[in-house]
């Protein structure tokens, strides 16, 4: 089953003539991992920004099962790569700010009780609860981030570069992180996960796609299917993952400079 479908989708922002994506077609299913390639100001976070609601299509239609997006959803959870916490509120009373749009009928006990849950999923202490963004080293801010699309059990994960700012060390465990959380459902999550790091895409994703500089078409598109795909200690051994990574450099190269001379 699809749970997106773009039928020719363009966009320009409000009150600018630039193209950003230009007539994008495709269909993402239910229960993919795809990671979403470009170089920077191709388009990426305009397009995850679609998928979310917070844009909408300047041209085309864009469905989320069957339904065209008008707006955002708790369906649809979002993770920035700035983390998108509020600094004045604790990492708990972040995630509540989502558990009470999500679940209204439900007491603040048993809220606190998912929102400690899903702190503990992503491996944070219950002390972190109480404690105010400042205080928790990115990694950390950036885990209660996930906590906070987690507790309130979303259909679809959209993640812009959510790693982007991290150090090699964290960067990998927090990549471990979702695909755990990715594959511990017997029915999976859908997760577009926007990155320009190709050794990254090629680790998580079961779908990469690369966009092309501005105005951003696809231009590559593949399923990498589970048991193709490699652990860390051979993703630079592998043989198909470094065709793949010849490849994906070869493309994302050529765009750029074909694009560059014109
Ligand atoms: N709010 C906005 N209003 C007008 N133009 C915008 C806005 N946000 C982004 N753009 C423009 O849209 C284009 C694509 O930007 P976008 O942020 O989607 O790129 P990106 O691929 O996510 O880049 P990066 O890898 O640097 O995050 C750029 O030319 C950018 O200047
Ligand atoms: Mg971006």
């Not at 231009?219 to 592998?238: F, Q, V």
């Amino acid at each position: 089953m699809n749970d997106f479908i773009l039928k020719n989708i363009s966009f320009s922002y409000p009150n600018s003539d630039k193209l950003v994506i230009d007539n994008i077609s495709t269909n993402i299913s239910n229960g993919e991992f795809v990671c979403v390639l470009g170089k920077s100001g191709c388009g990426k976070s305009t397009l995850l920004k679609l998928f979310a609601g917070l844009n909408i299509p300047s041209k085309g239609e864009l469905l989320f099962e069957d339904n065209i997006i008008k707006s955002a959803s708790l369906d649809r959870g979002v993770v920035f790569q700035d983390y998108g916490l509020f600094p004045w509120m604790t990492a708990g009373e972040n995630i509540m700010l989502a558990l009470k749009q999500r679940y209204r009928n439900r007491n603040v006990n048993e809220l606190k009780e998912i929102a400690i849950d899903s702190l503990k999923q992503v491996g944070l202490d219950d002390k972190v609860y109480n404690t105010l963004p400042k205080y928790l080293s990115g990694g950390m801010q950036q885990r209660v981030a996930i906590a906070q699309v987690l507790s309130v059990n979303p259909k679809v994960f959209l993640m812009d570069e959510p790693f982007g700012a991290l150090d090699a060390v964290t960067r990998a465990k927090l990549q471990d992180l979702i695909l755990e959380l990715w594959n511990k459902n017997e029915v999976k999550k859908t997760v577009i996960f926007i990155t320009h790091d190709v050794d990254e895409a090629i680790y998580l994703a079961n779908r990469i796609i690369v966009l092309g500089q501005s105005p951003s078409k696809i231009i590559y598109d593949k399923k990498i299917s589970l048991n193709e795909k490699t652990s860390r200690e051979n993703l630079y051994t592998d043989e198909k993952m470094m065709l793949l990574r010849n490849e994906l450099i070869q493309i994302i190269n050529k765009d750029i400079s074909e694009k560059t001379l014109m």
